[in-house]
């Protein structure tokens, strides 16, 4: 993960080796966009596809994890 301090808040480039993310909640606001790849998204008891055209935003304590799709030759990737 890279992470950049940038106009009082933080950009991260996450890169999961698991093909996505397990469960989690975090303690902030999270504005995510893939940059590569695909991911069914399990929140709050919910579940949905998002694409590349696609941003997600998550409340501060919400439960969320993924799973991840892409190409063999390519690996996930997205900023948040």
């Given at each position: 993960m890279q992470?950049?301090?940038?106009d009082g808040?933080?950009?991260a480039v996450v890169r999961p080796?698991?093909?996505g993310f397990?469960?989690?909640?975090h303690d902030e606001y999270?504005?995510?966009v893939n940059l590569c790849g695909l991911e069914?998204?399990?929140l709050d008891r919910t579940s949905?596809?998002?694409s590349l055209d696609e941003f997600t935003i998550y409340n501060p304590g919400q439960v969320q994890s993924?799973?991840?799709q892409v190409p063999p030759e390519m690996s996930f990737a997205a900023v948040s």
């Open positions: 992470v950049m301090e940038w808040g933080q950009l080796l698991s093909g397990p469960r989690h909640s999270v504005i995510s069914r998204v399990r949905f596809d998002v993924c799973t991840t």
